[in-house]
């Protein structure tokens, strides 16, 4: 395997919790109010070293979507899923923008999410109100 070429950001830095690597900068952050399969995630209009698994048709909870999974360019851990097509009017500002579940990276601060007790198996994509 050749040397992996990954992007180094500066400022308030979401990143890998398992090897450190620079995924995405809270300013980037377009809604803290996702749901996954393991609890809190974060829809970001630009993630950087991830990439993309195989797409695929995921029903969700706010509907059907054609999504394919990322996962972190150096240690290839699973850390969200990238929205490649919404079929809902109202869903297409999705499109193109990725989710990073809060329990696989770290934040600015450093700081780690855990699984939440009342985390659900199955996809979700749910927005809070």
């Not at 974060?42 to 990322?70: C, P, Q, S």
């Not at 972190?72 to 579940?101: D, F, I, P, Q, R």
């Amino acid at each position: 395997m050749g040397r992996v070429f990954a992007l180094t950001l500066e400022g308030n830095i979401y990143s890998c919790k398992h090897c450190g690597t620079h995924l995405g900068l809270s300013e980037e952050i377009m809604s803290k109010n996702f749901h996954s399969r393991h609890g809190k995630a974060y829809l970001f209009n630009r993630v950087v070293n991830v990439f993309l698994g195989e797409k695929e048709e995921r029903l969700m909870m706010t509907g059907a979507h054609v999504v394919a999974d990322i996962f972190c360019v150096k240690c290839g851990s699973y850390v969200g899923w990238k929205y490649e097509t919404a079929h809902e009017k109202n869903e297409k500002y999705k499109e193109g923008k990725s989710v990073l579940e809060r329990y696989k990276i770290s934040g600015p601060d450093g700081s780690n999410y855990r699984v939440s007790q009342g985390a659900h198996i199955g996809g979700s994509d749910a927005e809070d109100s």
